[in-house]
């Protein structure tokens, strides 16, 4: 590695650690959280990975009853990426259907009108109390539900209150009790990337159909994992990295195509 790259490799670091830190700081409620994640996401400091064409990953989402998505709340590329899947397996299948963090399982039926076109989008957010129940920006937002209006894809809402581990649980159920009765070909969920963690959410679900004596093929998509970013920098013969697909395993992979000083700069600002 050339002393310009380690000099730019070093000044990159510097900026995402400053800003790492001013995120941590920002809000102290807050703080637990953010530090969970980090905390959570470490192990993929020394996962193996491999790089994977877009056919093949697309193919393995096609095969995946179940899709996990994680999504960075402050940062539009996590919904976009969301969308940009939606379009590719309507294409596919109409039995296609979608779970939102963003809005409480106990607003269901705001979902149902507004998806029905029972309601404006002004009095959804405002039957949700969208400024205060969730806060991120509505516009990372809008366009999903737009497709899901024009395509007829179904909704379920998944936020509750509670500790993380009662708000997987909740979620769990719902997601569970939509693909039991409805028999989706692929359900799509979009959920804070500290829940996605196997052993998290996706392991809540799993144990769901267990119980039903059923076995579901789900696939974790995390997306901008920081040390993976930082593995593809230092093993760059130029300093520069392209946007790509990792398999990490079978059925969990990543979507890498930003930098991670920029969601914590969306965090911060």
Known sequence: MSTLH???LDTRKEIYERLKKSAIEYNSQMSKDLSAYYEAQEKYAKEDFSALSVQDFLNKAK??????LGDF??????????HRLMKVLIDENKELALGLEMVSFENQSEVNAFLNKDITEKEFLES??????WRFPW????????????????????????SLEERDSKAAKVISKAITN????NFLVLFGELHIIPDKLPKKVEHNFKNLGK??????IHQNLDDIYWRQLEESKDGRIE???IKINENEFSLQNSPPWVKLESFIY
Request: without cysteine; proline residues 0%; glycine residues 2%.
């Open 128 to 133: 949700i109390n969208y400024k205060e129940s």
């Open 6 to 8: 380690e000099k730019l």
């Open 215 to 220: 076995v579901i093929r789900s696939l974790i």
């Open 182 to 185: 409805n028999q989706y070909k």
């Open 139 to 162: 516009v990372h937002y809008r366009e999903i539900f737009e497709f899901a209006k024009k395509n007829k894809v179904k909704i379920y809402a998944l936020n509750s209150e509670g």
């Open 63 to 68: 095969e995946s009853q179940l899709i996990f």
């Open 243 to 245: 946007s790509s697909i």
């Open 73 to 82: 709340h402050t940062f539009d590329q996590s919904s976009k990426n969301l």
